[in-house]
């Protein structure tokens, strides 16, 4: 299975900031890689796709970039909604395998 | 507008079977191009993908769970079903359906989930 990791795991960051997660593939998936929004008691929700497609409906302070093996999400300014639990998770081999969560905390 | 719906026991014994099934609305997987896959989240922990089905009816497993799961669909009801055997007190988690297609190749919709509890 390919790995993914994230860095950091938690990360504590106040409203109005702009907040980076990375995620490191074990090996190369070209842009095969999503981001997901998990809140506490509620489902993933599907941010980006494809590395740096914005899924519809999602606001334009979201934005992924990377290929390969190194990838990141960036949040511009930071909105209270946005206190989450953050996956990525690679598509390009099945099993799909998801990164271990970066929590965003105030 | 799409949905999906995990239904199912909350718990169960011991090395019983679970039997899972997601019920969707808004969408065909008689529709080329359509997958539904099941992931699993156990409490405080990451996200583990299952299996997934396709619209031709290709099934695709996790390897370390191959020996003990099945996944069908029923197109004319919606549904998708999930069994996994041998239930053991670490398959404790929230069971959640989810759609994608192989264009984009993500979940771009997911259930609600079901929690799953196992008892010894």
């Known amino acids: 299975d390919i790995q993914m990791t994230q860095s950091p795991s938690a990360l504590s960051a106040s409203v109005g900031d702009r907040v980076t997660v990375t995620c490191r593939a074990s090996?190369?998936?070209?842009?095969?890689l999503a981001w997901y929004q998990q809140r506490p008691g509620e489902a993933p929700k599907a941010l980006i796709y494809?590395?740096?497609t914005l899924q519809s409906g999602v606001p334009s302070r979201f934005s992924g970039s990377g290929s390969g093996t190194e990838f990141t999400l960036t949040i511009s300014s930071l909105q209270p909604d946005d206190y989450a639990t953050y996956y990525c998770?690679?598509?390009?081999?099945?099993?799909?395998?998801f990164g271990q969560g970066t929590k965003l905390e105030i | 507008q799409v949905t999906l719906k995990e239904s199912g026991p909350t718990q169960v014994k011991l090395t019983q079977t679970l039997t899972l099934t997601c019920t969707f609305s808004?969408?065909?997987?008689?529709?080329?191009?359509?997958?539904v896959g099941w992931v699993r989240q156990p409490p405080g922990r990451p996200l583990e993908s299952l299996a997934v089905?396709?619209?031709?009816?290709?099934?695709l497993y996790n390897p370390s769970l191959k020996d003990r799961l099945s996944i069908t669909k029923d197109t004319s009801q919606n549904q998708v079903v999930l069994t996994l055997t041998n239930m053991d007190p670490v398959d404790t988690a929230t069971y959640y359906c989810?759609?994608?297609?192989?264009?984009?190749?993500?979940?771009?919709?997911w259930g609600q989930g079901a929690l799953v509890t196992v008892s010894s």
């Open positions: 089905i396709y619209w031709n009816d290709r099934k």
């Open positions: 808004g969408f065909s997987l008689r529709t080329g191009g359509v997958t």
């Open positions: 998770q690679q598509y390009k081999t099945y099993p799909d395998t």
């Open positions: 494809e590395a740096s």
């Open positions: 090996q190369t998936i070209s842009k095969s």
């Open positions: 989810a759609r994608s297609n192989i264009l984009t190749g993500h979940y771009d919709t």
